[in-house]
C-alpha cells in the first residue's frame, strides 16, 4: 500500500511540476486570477459549477471565497450552482442541459465571473 501512495504522490508531483514550466498554462491561470479581482473589486459576484465531482470542485471553490482561504479578510460574494431544489425543478421542467444557465440567468448580472468546471471536458450543460 506504501508503494501505491508513494507512486500517487509523485504522480502528483509530476504533474505541478509539468503545470509550472508550462508557460501558457502560467500566463492564463494568471489572468484568471486578475479577473477574479476585477469582478470583485468592482462589486461583481462569482459562480461556479460542475457535474457530479466537478460539482464538489465548484462548491469548494466558491466556499473559500466567502470563508477565510489563505488569511482573514472580508468575505467575498462567490456560489457554487449546487442547490438540489433548482436543480432537479429546471431539469425536469427544461432539461438537464439548462439548469446552470437558468440560474444564471435568474441570479448573474453584467460583470460577475462564471467558473466552469469539466473535468471530461464533455459536460454540455458547462461548456455550452
Known sequence: MENIVKKTLNDAASALDSLLMDK??????SNAGKVLVECFSTGG???SCGNGG???D???????????YRLDRKALPASAISDPG????VGND???SQIFSRYLEANAKKGDVLLAIST???S???ID
Do not use: K, L, Q
Not at 501558457?24 to 491561470?29: E, G, P, Q
Not at 465548484?58 to 477565510?68: D, K, L, T
Open 94 to 96: 427544461y432539461g438537464y
Open 124 to 126: 454540455e450543460n458547462v
Open 24 to 29: 501558457t498554462a502560467m500566463t492564463a491561470t
Open 54 to 56: 466537478s460539482m464538489c
Open 58 to 68: 465548484a462548491m469548494h471553490f466558491a466556499e473559500e471565497f466567502s470563508g477565510r
Open 120 to 122: 471530461s471536458g464533455n
Open 86 to 89: 433548482h436543480i432537479s425543478c
Open 45 to 47: 459576484r462569482v459562480f
